[in-house]
C-alpha cells in the first residue's frame, strides 16, 4: 500500500478540504480544493494521500508555528487528520495521551487529534475545548470521520454519491470539482429569503450539504451516517446568592479569555462599544503584560455610530486603539463580499465586520470578541418583547388573520425604529402563537410577500414548503421548560451559527485573520443555561446578571445603555449612493433571465422604497443573492434543479 505525504510549513490551520472514496480519489482535485481557499491559510499547505483518501489544508500559523505542520499522522500510519480552529485545552489533552502511552511529537494541538481518535474512537469530540472542524481518516476501517465544534464556529460542508465523500471548509473548495452540478436549491433560496442565511444542512446548491453545530458524521465504505453530541441543558438551578453568580461569572469570563489569548502570532480584540466586547477587552487587559490592541468601525450617521463608547473602554484599559468611519461608498466591496461568502448572505453587519477585519490585519493575526453574550444572557431587545408578546392570549382564528394583516401594512408603511413599525410587529406578535411570532420576528420576506415574489416554476416547486419550519422546529425540539428558555435556545441553534458566526468567520479569514469568542466556551455556555430567566430578562431590561457582574469592570455608562446592535443604515444607503446599483442589478437582463422573482414585484419594491417606505432588508437580501449568483453560478448550467427555468 502506497502513500505520500507533503508536509505543511507550520502548524493548526484555517482550512481542510479532501475526499475519500471506494476507488481512487483525485489528489490533484484536492490540492486546486485547497488552492481556492488559500486566503484561510497563507502561511503553508499540506496533504495526504493513499489509494482510498486524499486529504489538504492551507495553514495560517498561531501556536506551534516552528513545528506543528499537517497532516497529522498517528502510530503506525493507520491514522490521519486535518484540522481547522482551536483546541485550547490541548495542554491537558498532551499531558494526558502522553500517560497513556502515546508518542507526540509536536508542541501544539493538531497532533492530538488522531491520539484521541485512536484512545477513544469517535467519542473524541467529548474531549475537546474549542472551536473546530476536522476529518480523521481511519486508513485500515476505510472510515472518513467530520466533526465540527459545539456552537458553529469554524464550517464544513461536505457532498456525498455514496461512493465517494467530499468535505471542504468553504462551498467553493466542493465546486472545484466539475463533477458537482450546480443548481440552486430552491428549499435553500426559500430560507435564505426568510431568515437572511442558508441555514444547515441545507447549502445553497442541491446536494450539498452543511454539517451542523455539535454534529460528527462518520463514513465508512460509501456508507454515512450523521449523529448530534451535544446541546445545552436550560434546566434552571436554584441561585440564593447573586453575589456569588456575579462573581462566579467573573471567573469564568477571565478564564475563557485567558486561554484564548495563547498565540505566538499578534493579538487583540474586536470593541464595538457595548457590554459584551468590551468585558473581554477588560478581561484581556487585566491578564496582559501588553497593551491590548483594540478595534473598532463606526459611522457618520450618530444612529449606529458606537464610537464614543469604545473609546471609553480602550481610554479605561489604555489601549491601543484603533478606528475606521465607514461610509456609503461600499460599491467596491460588495463583489468581493460576494465571492467571500460562498452562499446568499442578507446580513448588512457583514459591510462593517469586514471592513474592521481588514483595519485590525494591518495589526494582529488574532482577534478577541463578544459574539455569543447576548445567547448566553438575554441581550437581545427582541427577547424582553417576546416575554411581554407571552402574557397576550391566543386569538380566535378570524380575528388572528386581522390582526395579521393590519400589522403587516402598518409595519411596511412605518419608518425603521417608529412607534408605528413597533404597533406593527405587537400586532402581528398577537395574531400568533409563541414560535410563529419570533419566527415572524426573525422574518425578512414573509410567506404572503414570497408568494407574491416567486416567479411560477418556482412557486410550483415550493408549494406547502413552511416559511417558518424552520424555526418552529428548533422551538419543538427545544427541551427548555420557559418561553425565554426556548428563544434563547431557537438563536443558540440558528441565527447564532448561521447568521453571526458565519459573518465573522468569513470577513475574518477573507483577511487572513482568527477571530476567538470568549462567550462561546462551552463550559460558559453551559453554566449561563442553568441560570433562571430573571436573571436574563425581566420586564424591559435585558442581561441582567451579566450586567451586574462586569460593572466592576466597566464605565457605568455601558452597562446602563440599551443594546444597540452592529447595525447599518441600510435604507439611507440603498435611498442614495446604493440605488443606481440595486436598481441596475435586480432589474437588468441577467436578472429577468433567470426567471425566479417577478420583475414587477421587484420594480414595485425599489419604487416604494426610494419613495420613503422601508424595504431596505428586502432589498439588500435580493440584492445579495444577485450579486452571489454572478460571482458564483454556473454560467451554462441550470439554475435551479428540476424547475425549467431558463439558464442566466
Known sequence: MSRRCQRAMEGPMCGIAGMASMSHPDPGLVRDMCEVIAHRGPDGSGFHEDEYAALGMRRLAIIDVATGDQPVHGEGGRVVSVFN????????????????????????????????????????????????????????????????????????????????????????????????????????????????????????????????????????????????????????????????????????????????????????????GGVDSSAVVAAMAMQSRERVKTFCVGFEDSRYDERSEARLVAERYSTDHHELVVTSDVLGVLPLLAWHFDEPFADSS???????????????????????????????????????????????????????????????????????????????????????????????????????????????????????????????????????GRVLDVDTTTYLPYDLLVKVDVTTMANSMEARSPFLDHRLMEWAAGLPDSLKVRDRRTKLLLRRAVAPWLPGRLTHRPKQGFGVPLATWLRGELRELSHDVLTDGAARGRGLFRQEVVRDLLRRHAEGADHGDRLWALLQFELWHRAHAVPDGPVMAGAGCPGP
Open 350 to 484: 457583514a459591510v462593517p465586520g469586514f471592513y474592521v477585519a481588514r483595519l485590525s490585519r494591518s495589526h494582529v493575526t488574532v482577534v478577541l470578541n463578544g459574539d455569543g453574550g447576548d445567547e448566553c444572557f438575554g441581550g437581545y431587545r427582541r427577547y424582553a418583547l417576546m416575554n411581554q408578546a407571552a402574557r397576550i392570549p391566543v386569538m380566535p382564528r378570524a380575528l388572528a388573520a386581522l390582526s395579521a394583516r393590519a400589522g403587516t401594512l402598518i409595519t411596511e408603511r412605518s419608518g425603521y425604529g417608529s412607534r408605528g413599525r413597533h404597533l406593527g410587529r405587537v400586532m402581528r406578535f398577537a395574531a400568533e402563537p409563541p414560535s410563529r411570532r419570533y419566527a415572524g420576528l426573525m422574518s425578512c420576506f414573509t410567506a404572503g410577500q414570497k408568494a407574491e415574489l416567486y416567479g411560477p416554476a418556482l412557486r410550483e416547486r415550493l408549494a406547502g414548503v413552511d416559511s417558518h419550519g424552520l424555526l418552529e422546529g428548533a422551538f419543538r425540539n427545544s427541551s427548555a421548560a420557559t418561553a425565554l
Open 85 to 272: 480552529g482551536e483546541i485550547y485545552n490541548f495542554a491537558e489533552l498532551r499531558r494526558d495521551l502522553a500517560g497513556r502511552g502515546h508518542r507526540l511529537r509536536s508542541a501544539g494541538d493538531s497532533e492530538c487529534l488522531v491520539h484521541l481518535y485512536e484512545e477513544y474512537g469517535v467519542d473524541m469530540v467529548h474531549h475537546l475545548r474549542g472551536m473546530f472542524a476536522f476529518a480523521v481518516w481511519d486508513r485500515d476501517r476505510r472510515r472518513l470521520v467530520l466533526a465540527r465544534d459545539r456552537v458553529g464556529k469554524k464550517p464544513l460542508y461536505w457532498r456525498s454519491d455514496h461512493a465517494s465523500i467530499w468535505f471542504g471548509s468553504e462551498l467553493k473548495s466542493l465546486a472545484r470539482d466539475p463533477g458537482m452540478r450546480r443548481e440552486i436549491d430552491p428549499v435553500a433560496l426559500h430560507h435564505y429569503l426568510t431568515y437572511r442565511y442558508v441555514p444547515a444542512p441545507w447549502s445553497i446548491y442541491q446536494g450539498v450539504h452543511k454539517l451542523p453545530p455539535g454534529h460528527v458524521l462518520v463514513w465508512e465504505r460509501g456508507r454515512v451516517t450523521t449523529h448530534r453530541y451535544w446541546e445545552l441543558d436550560r434546566t434552571p438551578r436554584a441561585v440564593t446568592d447573586e453575589r456569588e453568580e456575579e462573581e462566579r461569572l467573573r471567573e469564568l469570563i477571565l478564564e475563557a479569555t485567558r486561554i484564548r489569548m495563547v498565540s505566538e502570532r499578534p493579538i487583540g480584540a474586536f470593541l464595538s
